[in-house]
């Protein structure tokens, strides 16, 4: 009987020892993707950033009829060609053009910047095309300077009606970050694959990635339920 105990306790203590490596080796797998999460976010705040504003200069120009044509191609051809293809074009091309090399997140950031702008443009056409367009024509009636016939009538409503949108243009964008290991970025898929070329298997190092990524697309979910919620940008109208 004691010797069926001692075996018992013994099995236990080889059943502990194998758990506590096991979490150990898992724990450093999630430690070292995660490693990319900075540089996935670099990407993604940097090309977001740089979306919106390109977006919203296009949107405005094409709004009073300036360079509709030329804004109209540009739009078409980035959003009717591959991401991947417009990465590798302004990565390995663009520097024999113009003369100077670009790391890898700037490659990234203005790839990700200039597809997204397409993408945002539309958007705001859409938001900007919902409103009366008695708005416009009375405050320029009153005389309201352009930009705050911007800033405090259009835009505001613009927000409110293409939030959602946005939401989902922002989950996408995160999403193609990860196209920048095509050039070489350390991002959250890259590490995946370090790991997984190092310990020879793709199921975790790829479940860990798959879990970070579905992380960071819930907290952009709930990040633009909050905005939504708040009203901040109706304040004005």
């Keep these: 009987m004691e010797a069926f105990i001692l075996h018992i306790l013994l099995q236990l ?15 450093g797998y999630v430690a070292f993707i995660g490693t990319g999460i900075a540089f996935t976010l670099k990407l993604l705040m940097g090309g977001l950033c740089l979306g919106i504003v390109i977006g919203l200069v296009l949107s405005i120009l094409r709004y009073n009829k300036v360079g ?39 490659a990234g950031i203005l790839t ?7 993408y945002v443009a539309e958007i705001l056409r859409s938001g900007i095309e919902s409103l009366p367009k008695g708005q416009c024509e009375a405050a320029r009636t009153l005389e309201i300077p352009g930009f705050y016939m911007w800033k405090d009538i259009i835009l505001p409503q613009v927000i409110k009606n293409i939030l959602p949108a ?28 370090i790991l997984a ?13 798959g879990v970070y990524y579905y992380s960071l697309v819930l907290l952009v979910e709930y990040l633009g339920k909050k905005i939504e919620k708040s009203g901040w940008y109706a304040q004005n109208i």
């Design 13 to 27: 203590q080889e059943l502990l020892v194998h758990l506590q490596a096991q979490f150990a080796k898992y724990f």
């Design 166 to 193: 946005m939401v989902s243009e922002v989950i996408t964008l995160l999403k193609e970050t990860a196209l920048i290991t095509t050039i070489g970025g350390v991002d959250i898929m890259r590490t995946a694959q």
């Design 68 to 106: 509709c044509t030329f804004i109209n191609r540009l739009i078409s051809i980035l959003r009717g060609t591959p991401l991947i293809l417009q990465l590798s074009f302004v990565y390995f091309i663009a520097p024999g053009l113009i003369g100077m090399k670009l790391s890898i997140i700037t």
């Design 112 to 118: 990700f910047g200039l597809n997204s702008s397409a």
């Design 197 to 209: 070329a190092e310990k020879f298997t793709y199921f975790m190092p790829l479940c860990i990635a």
